[in-house]
């Protein structure tokens, strides 16, 4: 059974700074893709971050570009989204979902909150 646990969420001030991780279980890591998504309160979810199974490649929204870095351990069934420099409008549920590159089958994480406020 496949398993995604987020963690690492938390209340932060503006420009401060927050590392998530995902740690996955019941899967072959290295054959998914990687993914961060968030969704606001009365907003649709939306796609922050992609990493590769390498982790060569990575993408970012045009929000994340610049703040926000994913990366992910194979070894260890990890991906991180360290956020920096964070803002209000970042506020939001954060999920992992991993991607199986031969089916493009998805899988999430429960979730975990990121407030940013003063």
């Known amino acids: 059974q496949v398993q995604l646990v987020e963690s690492g969420g938390g209340l932060v001030q503006p420009g401060g700074s927050l590392k998530l991780s995902c740690a996955a279980s019941?899967?072959?890591?290295?054959?998914?893709?990687m993914r961060w998504y968030r969704q606001a309160p009365g907003k649709e979810r939306e796609l922050v971050a992609t990493i590769d199974t390498t982790g060569y490649r990575r993408n970012y929204s045009d929000s994340a570009k610049g703040r926000f870095t994913i990366s992910r351990d194979n070894a260890k069934k990890l991906a991180h989204l360290q956020m920096n420099d964070l803002k209000p409008e970042d506020t939001a549920v954060y999920y992992c979902n991993a991607r199986y590159v031969a089916t493009a089958k998805g899988h999430w994480g429960q979730g975990t909150q990121v407030t940013v406020r003063t």
């Open positions: 019941g899967l072959i890591f290295i054959n998914y893709i």
